[in-house]
């Protein structure tokens, strides 16, 4: 991705959007029903700046943007219309690019930029379920990169660059981010015949890190049989992912015959099925190694012709415990994919 730099002058810039439900029409499934229109709204808003540190020398780019959107969310049940609502999910979005650039000399400069969102969003209505089993999502992405081109001469040119890019991210149910992440102290979830009631049984996290380091060289040949532009690079990458689950700690009464509340004093509301996650949460880490190393030549050999050769190479390993595999004796003896060799013509 290319992302804007700043110059010898200040410049910026400052934007709003706005939309509400003046604007908008009620859905068909809101007319059917007779509710109410749901109250949406939606406003995006935020700045640009970029300028000088030293002129000439040193240079900052940044960008903040906000969104706040209301959207609908309609809820049809037919089995139960007292069920039925229109309310609004909400997205709240912080949107933050910072860059900065620096000339260290006539051949060498350097860059670093970061880039980060947040994206929470309240009140989903996913699938046919009443408000009372709504989800939430709460998102982080982030990116830094540094990047340090250095020149030799008019005809090689070398790229180094380091990376971090992060997703953080949650969907739950309100009440188990509220109370600390304990879904065994919730109420259970109420599946009946045709939707879902008192408490969402989603309760999953996931964290995902990753580095990544890579070094491209190019050097251009001029007049040697033709043109010769050669790109020679390696890149390593790190990831680690961490998982949590907790689905269905809450537990879950299926009413799988009936959609009629569950009455003391008829048999025929009783739930037919208790399901619940035994013994506890489920947290899972994993970590990758990914290597690559490529070099192409695009070989102009005259006015008619040119030739793109290259390869490449591609290691991938990911470590795991070959658990109760009879092919394998030893548990860390995991397979390594080993021969992604990859010739171009």
């Known amino acids: 991705a290319v992302t804007k730099q700043g110059g010898n002058a200040f410049k910026g810039s400052l934007f709003y959007f706005l939309q509400d439900a003046s604007m908008t029409e009620k859905d068909f499934f809101t007319k059917q029903n007779n509710t109410n229109k749901p109250d949406t709204r939606f406003q995006q ?6 300028g000088p540190v030293i002129k000439n020398k040193a240079h900052f780019f940044t960008s903040v943007e906000r969104v706040q959107n209301d959207r609908a969310a309609t809820i049809n049940i037919l089995a139960r219309p007292e069920f039925n609502a229109s309310p609004v999910t909400q997205d709240r979005v912080w949107n933050t690019l910072v860059r900065f650039d620096h000339q260290i000399n006539a051949k060498q400069s350097w860059n670093v930029r970061w880039l980060r969102e947040t994206s929470p969003q309240r009140n989903q209505i996913i699938g046919a379920v009443t408000q009372a089993a709504s989800r939430e999502e709460s998102d982080l992405d982030q990116t830094v990169v540094a990047t340090l081109n250095s020149s030799f001469g008019n005809t090689k040119f070398n790229t180094f660059r380091v990376g971090f890019t ?22 259970p979830t109420l599946q009946f015949q045709t939707f879902t009631d008192q408490q969402s049984s989603v309760m999953q996290a ?9 070094n491209t060289f ?26 949590s689950a907790q689905d269905n700690w809450n537990g879950t009464f299926s009413f799988s015959r009936s959609n009629v509340a569950f009455n003391p004093a008829d048999p025929r509301t009783y739930p037919d099925r208790l399901s619940v996650r035994v013994p506890g949460p489920s947290e899972y880490t994993q970590k990758e190694h990914f290597f690559t190393a490529f070099i192409q030549d695009k070989w102009k050999t005259g006015d008619r012709l040119t030739l793109s050769l290259g390869l490449r190479y591609d290691l ?8 109760d595999n009879p092919r394998f004796a030893d548990p860390n003896d995991y397979p390594i994919d080993r021969n992604n060799v990859a010739p171009r013509l």
């Open 206 to 214: 996931r964290v995902n890190d990753a580095y990544q380091f890579d």
């Open 45 to 50: 808003f935020g700045f640009t700046l970029g």
């Open 166 to 187: 992060q997703e953080d991210v949650a969907f739950a149910n309100p009440n188990f981010n509220a109370n600390g992440g304990r879904g065994d102290q919730l109420q």
């Open 316 to 323: 991938e390993k990911i470590p795991f415990e070959e658990l």
């Open 218 to 243: 190019s050097w251009f040949i001029p007049g040697s049989k033709g043109d010769h532009s050669i790109r020679a690079g390696l890149q390593y990458e790190y990831v680690k992912v961490f998982s």
